[in-house]
């Protein structure tokens, strides 16, 4: 039996176990306030939800309480310029886990804003040495006037 | 840590000459020290798994190695590549998240080829996998544990490739089934005729392909005065290029 291939399941049968799970997840700041033992994740859509409850608690070793999931659509998208035909994102299954009272999680910022700061700000030099080249370049012969800047005396 | 250190020590103690194997073996770890003679596993951290670590949040380029390769991957054991399906499963999860996550914040995604990396590990480790249950299966059975599939002739009497599944119930028994899964008769004088013209098209396009190629040749010996027989017969192995070079298409403006 190849590792994606399953026989069907009868009655009485052992249970089917998979050792290579290939499903992922995503956890994803939700869109509206949640309380802080609630979470929100994007997986596939042929993830029910014991298996999100089963991946979670076996692979990372979280407690789980209770699972709700829904279907959602991928966006529809229309592409820039003259032909602007649609193309579609890939459908996923949102699951909003809720992990036992005692417990919360606090998305994390992942650009903070010393490093952003510090980014914009070479970014400003950067422009400005260029700028400044330029100017240099372009006022060489300023002082000569008919002779194009390109010319070097 | 311990282990560097005790090296050194050793390293640093003089010892009589006669132990010269001894060392030796204390020069070569002068010069290449054990780095990380203990090696654990990483931390458990739970929900926090999802991310980056922290040093690398807003960083514009995180600098990572290659995927592994097949040959890499045979050499190990199958519960060290089930150890290993599960790590490559993890940073491909936190990768997704963190490509989400940039795109809502609107901030270019670092090295996003990573992804693609994780991805032809887990390809790479899957195919060796499926090598050993074959050669299992092979021992085994004779037959390899592959899912079964077969040759037929599809409704348009073009060969498929029909990937076959499990039933509970046979589909000589199974009505539903049949009525969901007619039968249909694909020798027709429709299909028959369907076929003829599919065959024209293809000779067509064929035949097509063959002239534009000698096309292209003849204007080779046209443009260029001294050209390399053997070479075009080469790039263009379909083509009778000393016949095409002697033909009046071949002509060039000059004396010959």
């Not at chain 2, 640093?12 to 000459?17: H, V």
Request: glycine content about 2%.
């Amino acid at each position: 039996m190849s590792s994606r291939w399953y026989p069907i399941y009868q009655k009485g049968n052992p249970q089917l176990r998979i050792f290579l799970p290939n499903f992922w997840m995503k956890l994803v700041r939700s869109k509206e306030p949640l309380p802080p033992n609630v979470v929100e994740f994007h997986v596939p859509l042929a993830m029910t939800n014991h298996d999100i409850k089963n991946y979670l608690e076996k692979i990372y070793n979280v407690t789980v309480k209770h699972v709700e999931s829904t279907l959602e659509n991928g966006k529809l998208k229309r592409s820039y310029g003259k032909v602007g035909f649609i193309t579609k994102e890939e459908d996923y299954r949102r699951a909003i886990v809720t992990l036992p009272k005692t417990e919360s999680f606090t998305f994390p910022d992942i650009c903070p804003k010393e490093k952003q700061e510090e980014s914009e700000k070479e970014r400003k030099e950067m422009k400005e040495q260029q700028a400044n080249a330029l100017k240099k370049f372009t006022d060489r012969n300023s002082n000569n006037p008919g002779i194009p800047n390109w010319f070097r005396i | 840590m311990l282990t560097v250190s005790l090296c050194h020590n050793l390293a640093k103690m003089s010892l009589p000459s006669s132990l010269s194997l001894c060392q030796r073996h204390i020069q070569m770890l002068r010069k290449h020290p054990i780095q990380k003679a203990i090696h654990t596993s990483s931390k458990l951290l739970d929900l926090n798994e999802f991310f980056d670590s922290p040093k690398n949040f807003g960083a514009e380029q995180v600098r990572v190695g290659r995927s592994w390769r097949k040959e890499e991957l045979r050499v190990k054991s199958s519960s060290d590549l089930h150890k290993l399906w599960y790590v490559l499963l993890k940073e491909q999860n936190m990768l997704k998240t963190m490509e989400h996550e940039c795109k809502e914040k609107f901030i270019v995604f670092p090295n996003p080829e990573r992804i693609d990396k994780v991805q032809e590990s887990m390809e790479n480790l899957e195919d060796v996998i499926r090598e050993r249950n074959v050669a299992y299966f092979q021992l085994e059975t004779t037959h390899t544990g592959e899912r079964p599939a077969e040759l037929i002739d599809n409704a348009f009497g073009l060969k498929e490739v029909y990937t076959k599944s499990e039933y509970d119930v046979p589909k000589e028994l199974n009505k539903e089934w049949q009525k969901n899964n007619p039968v249909i008769d694909n020798r027709t004088l429709a299909v028959k005729k369907f076929l003829v013209l599919l065959k024209e098209k293809l000779l067509k396009k064929e035949y097509a392909k063959m002239k534009n190629e000698e096309k292209e040749v003849a204007q080779i010996f046209a443009t260029y005065k001294d050209v390399d027989v053997e070479a075009v017969q080469e790039k263009y192995p379909d083509v009778d290029v000393e016949e095409v070079r002697q033909s009046d298409k071949a002509r060039g403006n000059w004396a010959p």
